[in-house]
């Protein structure tokens, strides 16, 4: 089945520190790669998304993702965390053809002061 | 707020109960979507429509879940003799064809418990 995993259902980071937050996909063709972040009683936010190009995205908050086809992966990367960094992530996917994303399990990420 | 609203935000109920939801998505966006998410698992697509029509209906949508955008603009999900199992937190989403590249904007998510 096409899916993204996300290996780890915790990151924890000192605040200052560089994140990394991991994701794979196993997904055919050249679909959208996504990352939504989820704040405690608030909806989904959108943080970026690849397409096709440049293999480094950027985004919202200072985030920005790698994508590496060899390694079928998307990480999700910040150079200095924050502790309002602290939330739920996920990684995802959709066909450009279709409507409906396809998200991992979540990564809830943890920034100590 | 311009942005994608949800109601009723907190909905607890009992099984056997029939519950409906709202979602009012962003003006002039034609598609909305509903998702459903459990505890510790990320969002699972149900249903989407475009306009009035409803287009996509996953297998998770059982026969007691029914969805409808009757105008094209709010959408309700009604779902009949609730189950224990029914309880997560259903969240609507909207997009515009074409336009910024697609994206779904969220709501804040009802969630319900069935007791």
């Known amino acids: 089945a096409q899916s993204v995993a996300q290996p780890e259902d915790q990151v924890n980071v000192a605040e200052g520190n560089p994140l990394t937050v991991k994701c794979t996909y196993s997904?055919?063709?050249?679909?959208?790669l996504f990352w939504y972040v989820q704040y405690p009683n608030r909806g989904l936010q959108f943080l970026l998304k690849?397409?096709?190009?440049?293999?480094l995205v950027k985004g919202s908050y200072g985030f920005e993702a790698e994508f590496n086809k060899s390694q079928t992966s998307f990480h999700l990367k910040k150079p200095s965390a924050l502790v309002s960094d602290s939330a739920l992530y996920f990684c995802?996917?959709?066909?450009?053809?279709?409507?409906?994303?396809?998200f991992g399990s979540g990564t809830r990420l943890s920034i100590r002061p | 707020d311009t942005g994608v609203s949800q109601d009723p935000r907190h909905k607890i109920t009992k099984r056997g109960q029939n519950v409906t939801f709202r979602c009012d998505p962003i003006s002039e966006h034609n598609r909305l979507y509903w998702y459903r998410q459990t505890l510790g698992q990320g969002p699972e697509f149900l249903t989407y429509?475009?306009?009035?029509?409803?287009?996509?209906k996953s297998r998770l949508l059982s026969d007691r879940f029914s969805a409808e955008r009757p105008k094209g603009s709010f959408s309700t999900l009604e779902i009949q003799r609730t189950e224990q199992g029914d309880s997560a937190m259903y969240l609507c989403?909207?997009?515009?064809?074409?336009?910024?590249?697609?994206?779904?904007?969220f709501g804040p998510g009802t969630r319900l418990t069935v007791l």
């Open positions: 995802a996917f959709r066909y450009s053809s279709a409507s409906k994303i396809i």
């Open positions: 997904v055919s063709g050249n679909p959208y």
């Open positions: 429509f475009q306009n009035e029509a409803q287009l996509e």
């Open positions: 989403a909207s997009s515009l064809i074409g336009g910024s590249g697609n994206e779904q904007f």
């Open positions: 690849y397409i096709t190009g440049d293999n």
